[in-house]
């Protein structure tokens, strides 16, 4: 039987993994690939010093890689569904007419109700940056507005889905960890996350989005799109199909196929495109189109199974770590030292926020953001009578929103790949994720708050 790795043992594992880190990413301006790759092979190497056999090593870093299936496929599909929409006219012709009717001076304003609208249909972010968000970094690019900006707005809206459509996965996993009901959840989220929304609508019209904003080219852009496809509103059925799907909490894989089905049928009814060997080649390699102007072939040249494997290998690496972390030991240790010394229940709460960023900077997974500290706090919570609703808003806060923040979290690199812009770079902009946590942490830390957050009412 293995031993129980000590509290020093584990935090030396855990700064020898935020320094290799920190010097490669942020000091040598490292790729996330090689550097997690690295404290991988370390901990490992690490963890065997401390006793921990290879093959327990072996099969802890199999049960992490078994984590990130789900999310690969759903990456690879999302590939696909970018490529057949771009093949198929649907964000093109999104494309075309929100260039009418989108204000280039209100643009973040407008990107995030519009993707807030879309996630809580759909319930999923990944599905609302993938499509909505696309066509919207494409008005953005045409209209010279920041990119960063563009994203920070597109993430924040869509991952607003994440945290309150009762369509989301996470939405009903985080409640489910904390043994409470899924609109008790829903309803306790609101004191956080509308503040957050409000102070981000203000950033977001305080901000200038451009310093200078050129309309000029935009006649232009629309008449290449005009002869690049046949623009036509059949083309939004796929998407139409995909948000039914979600609708009716169709799992994600069977609704993006859908998506991908009803996409190549409008390929080849609407843009005159049957040949399945072209399909195939899109599908794979990503959308290649004939058009001269440089813009609109930047935005529309994309897509494909192969656009994902920079994020695919990133989320492997990621995940190898993050199975070492926790099934030998290592987080376990942690947070059994860190439970014990707290005596307010203020304490409790601010550790299971910090513990939950903590796992999402460690393993880069939201949905171990939410299990462990889950886990380990909710018989704390119990015992000293703090509302189990505050425990699922906690985790929510700070294990689902932080994780398009981190850029090796699954969502990170996701959003980063899809939407061509780097995490560290549209972050200072998705005000409604670092928001939302520190809300949470008010809650804990003013006296006036704690009522409502640190109650004994279940």
């Given at each position: ?38 404290a ?5 190497a ?15 870093i ?90 920070g ?9 994440d945290?309150m ?11 489910a ?19 957050a ?63 991908i ?27 290649k ?73 460690m ?42 923040l ?5 969502s ?34 003013i ?12």
């Amino acid at each position: 039987m293995e031993r129980r790795l000590s509290f020093l043992q584990s935090m030396i594992l855990i700064v020898f993994i935020l320094a290799f880190l920190f010097v490669s990413i942020f000091i040598f301006k490292a790729e996330p690939h090689i550097p997690l790759l690295g404290a991988t092979i370390g901990t490992a190497a690490i963890l065997h010093l401390y006793g921990v056999s290879w093959r327990k090593l072996e099969s802890s870093i199999i049960q992490g890689i078994q984590s990130a299936i789900m999310p690969i496929l759903i990456l690879s599909l999302i590939g696909i569904l970018i490529a057949v929409w771009m093949m198929s006219g649907t964000v093109p012709t999104i494309l075309y007419y929100g260039l009418d009717y989108i204000e280039p001076h209100y643009f973040a304003v407008s990107a995030l109700y519009v993707t807030i609208i879309v996630s809580i249909f759909t319930g999923s972010s990944f599905t609302t940056v993938s499509t909505v968000g696309v066509a919207l970094m494409g008005i953005a690019m045409t209209t010279g507005i920041s990119l960063p900006l563009a994203a920070g707005a597109i993430v924040s809206g869509a991952c607003f889905g994440d945290k309150m459509s009762p369509l989301s996965d996470t939405t009903n996993f985080a409640p489910a960890v904390a043994g409470i009901s899924l609109f008790t959840h829903i309803r306790n989220m609101m004191y956080t996350t509308v503040p957050a929304l409000i102070i981000t609508t203000i950033l977001f019209l305080l901000i200038p989005t451009t310093g200078s904003i050129d309309l000029s080219s935009i006649q232009s852009i629309k008449e290449s799109l005009q002869n690049g496809f046949h623009l036509h509103w059949l083309t939004l059925l796929s998407p139409l199909a995909v948000i039914v799907c979600s609708a009716k909490r169709i799992p994600i894989l069977p609704t993006l196929i859908v998506g991908i089905v009803t996409g190549l049928l409008i390929t080849a009814f609407v843009q005159q495109q049957a040949s399945i060997g072209s399909w195939f080649s899109v599908m794979q390699g990503g959308y290649k189109s004939a058009i001269v102007n440089e813009t609109v072939a930047e935005i529309v040249n994309r897509g494909g199974l192969q656009s994902m494997m920079w994020s695919v290998s990133l989320i492997l690496i990621a995940l190898s770590l993050g199975g070492l972390l926790q099934h030998c030991g290592v987080i376990e240790a942690l947070f059994r030292k860190w439970i014990e010394p707290l005596k307010r229940r203020s304490s409790i709460v601010l550790m299971t926020g910090a513990s939950s960023i903590a796992v999402n900077g460690m393993t880069g997974e939201q949905y171990l953001s939410i299990l462990l500290p889950g886990q380990m706090f909710k018989d704390e919570y119990t015992r000293r009578q703090i509302p189990a609703k505050t425990l699922s808003r906690t985790l929510e806060d700070c294990g689902t929103l932080v994780n398009p923040l981190i850029p090796w979290g699954v969502s990170g690199a996701f959003f980063a790949a899809t939407l061509g812009v780097p995490v560290l770079e549209y972050a200072p902009f998705a005000a409604f994720l670092w928001l939302s946590p520190i809300f949470t942490f008010g809650f804990a830390l003013i006296p006036r708050l704690q009522q409502n957050s640190l109650g004994t009412s279940k």
